[in-house]
């Protein structure tokens, strides 16, 4: 285990079991890799089944009070006004400049109390300064645990002991019990498949994760590393700050901080909405693109490496950030940063890499499902 990590993991011991050795994530100790299984393993459970994957390294913190739904109008991209309790968002937390800093789900819980949960960037620091002087509280929560339970089975495990679980909408919540236990349960994730996470006190979190993979052993689920979410966000357009973000691949001629446009998550901004944190200078941006992050189908059998280049009419137009292969569909893939003339479907390119030098073309992340249907499947 890394000494950096501070937050301990109540699965560590079944990570360890699984032969992790605990690597560092935000602080948390994170099964990265497990020796008892393979990626390609866990990523067609995933895909084909399910499997259950331990993200509780995300900071979840709890906003409550009467001006808690200004702070995060004033902090996120999205009109919050509209979230009502059991419904929850995406959304991006910006800096001054109007570049991003963080993304963050947002999880109505009443009125005035909601339920934020942040990756690796500034997010939590940031609402915690927006908070100053309003009356709210912020509680910081890391005895809320995060399972994940994704694919097209796991529905179909958990309507067995939830009842309701089928009617739950896509980014949608419900407060409920899990053998016994109270839990909230949300239709999110980050593979691109149909799943729950499972959000639950530390003194749990065993006996859930013993539980579900002792019954959904029969059904073919299993557990998976966190590495395994690498894979799939290649295919369904899902970024990890910082790994696709200017703070990894620096600009030669300025400080890092990308924005919205450049790296596809305009959407999350609201239609309309102002006030936010770097409105002003989100909206003068557009059109100013210096990169944009799209996909690569790479003529190999190999995997593309963070930082292999992309070269095409004799220079250099890009950079992978994240690359797969898929056993299912025989294709390696990547997420890419490039050149803004480059990052057209088609359009013919070289990866020169460390361990793979190979043609290859541009092409969108829709890699699977673009249309979105299998996560926002209905009954």
């Avoid at 002792?214 to 073919?220: D, N």
């Amino acid at each position: 285990m890394s000494v950096m990590s501070w937050r301990r993991s109540p699965l560590a011991e079944r990570h360890r079991a699984l032969g992790s050795s605990l690597e560092d994530w935000n602080g948390m100790e994170t099964a990265w890799t497990y020796t008892a299984s393979s990626l390609p393993d866990e990523h067609e459970a995933i895909r084909t089944k399910a499997a259950l994957m331990d993200v509780s390294g995300l900071r979840k913190a709890h906003l409550v009070g009467p001006h808690s739904h200004q702070v995060l109008q004033r902090l996120t991209t999205r009109d919050v006004r509209k979230i009502y309790p059991g419904k929850s968002v995406y959304a991006c937390v910006l800096n001054e400049a109007g570049k991003f800093t963080d993304d963050c789900i947002l999880y109505r819980t009443g009125p005035n109390s909601w339920m934020t949960v942040y990756g690796s960037g500034t997010g939590l620091e940031d609402m915690g300064r927006e908070s100053i002087g309003k009356n709210v509280a912020v509680l910081f929560d890391d005895d809320l645990q995060d399972l994940s339970l994704q694919g097209p089975l796991a529905v179909s495990y958990l309507e067995k002991h939830v009842p309701g679980i089928r009617d739950l909408k896509y980014f949608h919540h419900m407060q409920t019990t899990l053998f016994g236990k109270p839990v909230m349960i949300s239709r999110t994730g980050y593979t691109g498949e149909r799943g729950y996470e499972i959000f639950c006190k530390a003194e749990d979190a065993v006996g859930i994760w013993d539980r579900i993979l002792e019954e959904g052993k029969a059904m073919g689920i299993v557990p998976a590393s966190f590495t395994a979410l690498d894979w799939l966000r290649v295919e369904s357009y899902l970024l990890f700050y910082p790994y696709d973000n200017s703070q990894m691949y620096p600009f030669e001629t300025e400080g890092p901080g990308d924005t919205l446009w450049e790296l596809g998550l305009d959407f999350t901004v609201s239609p309309g909405k102002t006030g936010f944190r770097g409105a002003e200078e989100h909206y003068r941006l557009k059109g100013k693109e210096r990169f944009r992050i799209f996909g690569v189908l790479a003529d190999t059998d190999q995997v593309l490496d963070a930082g292999d280049a992309l070269w095409a009419d004799g220079k250099r137009v890009g950079t992978v950030t994240c690359g797969m292969v898929s056993r299912a569909t025989k294709r390696s893939m990547a997420i890419a940063r490039m050149e803004v003339d480059a990052a057209k479907m088609g359009t013919k390119l070289e990866v020169r890499g460390k361990g793979v030098t190979c043609p290859a073309i541009a092409h969108p992340i829709t890699f699977d499902d673009p249309e979105k249907k299998k996560r926002t499947a209905v009954g």
